[in-house]
């Protein structure tokens, strides 16, 4: 693939991708190994929506980031491991041994059960075999549903069962920072509402004692004894399922987005190569958890299609101390950090004491993802990491996108503090008003929508095309609607600034108000609850809940400590709220809806300008809100 170096080359690519965006993803793929060439590049249509890259054509991901590079790449570094205790032994793995080690426990999932379309949930902390366990079930054509370990057992069965998951991979105990965390337990607790689910395959890696209930629960150590190290990647139609990642939106439950096999490849890699401006040799570390969307794209899958060295670290940024994330750096000579902004500001409140001990010379590049980054943390990440010398690159996407949309080319597109700045070749961004008009010229802000596929967008939500229908392409006719709000400055640049729907993100993590409201609501003194973010220093942003309790007798203090043990037990730890307020009543219209609006602008601090309240039901409220507010 020819990169793009300058930024003359960037503006010609684009043209080149819109004036004919299927001869440019034509050349794209042919780099790739296939079994089958594909029929036709592209058909589309997004009022159903259908979207098929490479139909009828055949080929395994894991030929692509394994079989490819060998045996050239055979001793070259894949991941170099790096535990969350800095006093345990770091792990390397070669090309040849991933390689090895995808095929042994690929056959492993074959033994126990799996077979090509099977759902198979991960749920485990951040080891090597969390990446060997996605690229087996991918070898196989089995499709992987990582779920993120922070969430609660009643999470997990949820996204269990409504992807129907015949095995779930897991380990005893999970290292977080200080803590050990008994994440098999989760596992058996979700499994007692999950028949469907033949066989545990669990990994020893804390040494904590477990239950083992016989005849499901088998051990990652011993299947992978047994098992052949030849598997034959399976061969997958380009529109095959590759994985399910569950995510939320504004209403409901979260939603299984479905990636397929051949234009993820495709895309991600592509992505990966010209944001980045990886080269041979260099060391690339990407701090996401595995369980988000982006562990999927840019540590597993894109860094591995271009034969990347990569770190994978398990622990979190201020253990042992708040300067973890920089010793690591100057240990592997990174040259190139992907990490995100609540990471930076957490840092950034340390104080630079933890920063001055490193040299931090290695590195060349630096990336953020999965909120706005605000100005400040931008400089401060530019001055003190980078040393004024590494281009940021703000690289904008989601679940649903599959890969980097808007983002500057490292060392390429000129940057701006807190602006994911141009569309990558094939991306085609366009701002609409509320009616679904298009928004001209510079200079102006509207929602985020795209006009045109790429060849990682969504292809349905799982077991419910309907919602993928009405939740991302109905909204306007025509366009695939992102839920973001957008300006587009003089230059034309993008800004994200954040949803525009009931999504929170909070430390970058993607909750749904509506959510985090049937958590608050299965208390039982809880009659009703109304749930808004606000801006929040280090996260992003904060959760803010309103609520209506029917026991007088209870004191304010035992309420709220009940209503965040509710909320982890229904979600995860991540989803308690920052703030409780107990109110009598909640801003409704005549008609009852909640007027969100005032309940979001008292969470931020603002008590006047609150607009019109004359329409709603009971004024008086409003009075009562602003006088609790929780400062
Ligand atoms: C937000 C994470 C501003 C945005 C990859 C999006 C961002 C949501 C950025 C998706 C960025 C992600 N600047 N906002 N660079 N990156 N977002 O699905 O609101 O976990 O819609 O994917 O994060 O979150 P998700």
């Given at each position: 693939?020819?990169?793009?170096?300058?930024?003359?080359?960037?503006?010609?690519?684009?043209?080149?991708?819109?004036?004919?965006?299927?001869?440019?993803?034509?050349?794209?793929?042919?780099?790739?190994?296939?079994?089958?060439?594909?029929?036709?590049?592209?058909?589309?249509?997004?009022?159903?929506?259908?979207?098929?890259?490479?139909?009828?054509?055949?080929?395994?991901?894991?030929?692509?980031?394994?079989?490819?590079?060998?045996?050239?790449?055979?001793?070259?570094?894949?991941?170099?491991?790096?535990?969350?205790?800095?006093?345990?032994?770091?792990?390397?793995?070669?090309?040849q041994q991933l390689h090895q080690q995808v095929c042994?426990?690929?056959?492993?999932?074959?033994?126990?059960?799996?077979?090509?379309?099977?759902?198979?949930?991960?749920?485990?902390?951040?080891?090597?075999?969390?990446?060997?366990?996605?690229?087996?079930?991918?070898?196989?054509?089995?499709?992987?549903?990582?779920?993120?370990?922070?969430?609660?057992?009643?999470?997990?069965?949820?996204?269990?069962?409504?992807?129907?998951?015949?095995?779930?991979?897991?380990?005893?105990?999970?290292?977080?920072?200080?803590?050990?965390?008994?994440?098999?337990?989760?596992?058996?607790?979700?499994?007692?509402?999950?028949?469907?689910?033949?066989?545990?395959?669990?990994?020893?890696?804390?040494?904590?004692?477990?239950?083992?209930?016989?005849?499901?629960?088998?051990?990652?150590?011993?299947?992978?004894?047994?098992?052949?190290?030849?598997?034959?990647?399976?061969?997958?139609?380009?529109?095959?399922?590759?994985?399910?990642?569950?995510?939320?939106?504004?209403?409901?439950?979260?939603?299984?987005?479905?990636?397929?096999?051949?234009?993820?490849?495709?895309?991600?890699?592509?992505?990966?190569?010209?944001?980045?401006?990886?080269?041979?040799?260099?060391?690339?570390?990407?701090?996401?958890?595995?369980?988000?969307?982006?562990?999927?794209?840019?540590?597993?899958?894109?860094?591995?299609?271009?034969?990347?060295?990569?770190?994978?670290?398990?622990?979190?940024?201020?253990?042992?101390?708040?300067?973890?994330?920089?010793?690591?750096?100057?240990?592997?000579?990174?040259?190139?950090?992907?990490?995100?902004?609540?990471?930076?500001?957490?840092?950034?409140?340390?104080?630079?004491?933890?920063?001055?001990p490193y040299k931090l010379d290695s590195l060349r590049?630096?990336?953020?993802?999965?909120?706005?980054?605000?100005?400040?943390?931008?400089?401060?990440?530019?001055?003190?990491?980078?040393?004024?010398?590494?281009?940021?690159?703000?690289?904008w996407w989601q679940t649903e996108t599959g890969g980097?949309?808007?983002?500057?080319?490292?060392?390429?597109?000129?940057?701006?503090?807190?602006?994911?700045?141009?569309?990558?070749?094939?991306?085609?961004?366009?701002?609409?008003?509320?009616?679904?008009?298009?928004?001209?010229?510079?200079?102006?802000?509207?929602?985020?929508?795209?006009?045109?596929?790429?060849?990682?967008?969504?292809?349905?939500?799982?077991?419910?095309?309907?919602?993928?229908?009405?939740?991302?392409?109905?909204?306007?006719?025509?366009?695939?609607?992102?839920?973001?709000?957008?300006?587009?400055?003089?230059?034309?640049?993008?800004?994200?600034?954040?949803?525009?729907?009931?999504?929170?993100?909070?430390?970058?993590?993607?909750?749904?108000?509506?959510?985090?409201?049937?958590?608050?609501?299965?208390?039982?003194?809880?009659?009703?609850?109304?749930?808004?973010?606000?801006?929040?220093?280090?996260?992003?942003?904060?959760?803010?809940?309103?609520?209506?309790?029917?026991?007088?007798?209870?004191?304010?203090?035992?309420?709220?400590?009940?209503?965040?043990?509710?909320?982890?037990?229904?979600?995860?730890?991540?989803?308690?709220?920052?703030?409780?307020?107990?109110?009598?009543?909640?801003?409704?219209?005549?008609?009852?809806?909640?007027?969100?609006?005032?309940?979001?602008?008292?969470?931020?601090?603002?008590?006047?300008?609150?607009?019109?309240?004359?329409?709603?039901?009971?004024?008086?409220?409003?009075?009562?809100?602003?006088?609790?507010?929780?400062?």
């Open positions: 693939m020819a990169r793009i170096t300058s930024f003359e080359e960037y503006q010609k690519e684009y043209k080149k991708s819109v004036d004919n965006p299927e001869a440019f993803w034509a050349e794209q793929a042919e780099q790739f190994t296939w079994q089958k060439k594909w029929d036709t590049v592209l058909k589309w249509n997004f009022a159903e929506p259908t979207i098929e890259w490479f139909a009828g054509g055949k080929l395994n991901i894991t030929e692509n980031c394994l079989d490819r590079h060998l045996p050239e790449k055979a001793n070259q570094v894949a991941y170099y491991w790096e535990p969350n205790n800095p006093t345990e032994k770091a792990v390397t793995l070669t090309y042994r426990f690929a056959n492993v999932l074959k033994n126990n059960g799996a077979k090509k379309g099977d759902r198979v949930c991960i749920y485990m902390p951040m080891v090597p075999e969390l990446a060997i366990a996605l690229l087996a079930c991918a070898r196989i054509g089995a499709v992987h549903s990582v779920v993120f370990g922070g969430f609660s057992a009643s999470a997990l069965s949820g996204r269990i069962q409504d992807c129907d998951c015949k095995l779930v991979v897991t380990s005893d105990g999970a290292y977080r920072g200080a803590k050990t965390i008994p994440i098999k337990a989760v596992v058996d607790e979700a499994l007692e509402i999950c028949p469907g689910v033949e066989k545990v395959i669990v990994l020893n890696r804390t040494n904590t004692e477990i239950k083992w209930v016989e005849g499901r629960d088998v051990r990652w150590e011993e299947e992978v004894q047994k098992a052949n190290a030849d598997c034959p990647a399976e061969p997958m139609d380009a529109e095959d399922m590759l994985f399910i990642l569950y995510t939320s939106g504004s209403t409901g439950k979260p939603k299984g987005v479905v990636h397929t096999c051949g234009g993820y490849m495709v895309y991600t890699h592509y992505s990966f190569e010209n944001v980045f401006q990886y080269n041979e040799g260099g060391v690339y570390w990407c701090t996401a958890d595995i369980g988000w969307v982006t562990g999927h794209s840019y540590i597993v899958y894109a860094p591995l299609l271009a034969g990347a060295t990569s770190v994978m670290f398990e622990g979190v940024p201020a253990y042992p101390d708040a300067g973890r994330f920089w010793q690591v750096i100057d240990k592997y000579k990174v040259n190139i950090f992907y990490t995100a902004p609540t990471a930076i500001r957490a840092l950034e409140a340390m104080g630079l004491d933890y920063v001055k590049v630096l990336g953020s993802v999965g909120e706005p980054i605000n100005e400040e943390a931008w400089n401060w990440y530019n001055e003190n990491i980078g040393k004024g010398k590494c281009p940021i690159v703000d690289t980097i949309l808007i983002s500057p080319l490292a060392g390429i597109t000129k940057t701006k503090p807190s602006f994911a700045t141009l569309p990558l070749p094939g991306v085609q961004p366009i701002l609409v008003d509320e009616k679904g008009n298009e928004i001209m010229g510079n200079g102006v802000e509207g929602n985020l929508c795209i006009k045109f596929p790429w060849p990682s967008i969504i292809r349905t939500t799982y077991g419910d095309h309907e919602r993928c229908r009405q939740t991302y392409f109905a909204t306007y006719l025509g366009l695939y609607f992102t839920g973001d709000g957008c300006k587009r400055d003089e230059d034309g640049y993008y800004r994200i600034t954040g949803r525009v729907d009931d999504v929170l993100n909070v430390s970058g993590h993607r909750l749904g108000t509506a959510e985090v409201e049937s958590a608050i609501n299965m208390h039982v003194d809880i009659v009703e609850s109304a749930v808004v973010g606000y801006p929040h220093d280090i996260k992003g942003q904060g959760i803010y809940a309103y609520v209506i309790c029917t026991n007088k007798n209870k004191d304010a203090e035992t309420l709220r400590k009940e209503i965040m043990a509710e909320v982890a037990k229904a979600i995860g730890p991540i989803a308690k709220p920052d703030k409780i307020q107990i109110v009598t009543g909640l801003p409704k219209t005549r008609s009852g809806k909640i007027i969100r609006r005032i309940l979001r602008k008292v969470a931020e601090g603002e008590t006047n300008n609150l607009g019109d309240i004359s329409t709603l039901l009971d004024p008086l409220v409003v009075k009562e809100i602003i006088a609790g507010a929780i400062k």
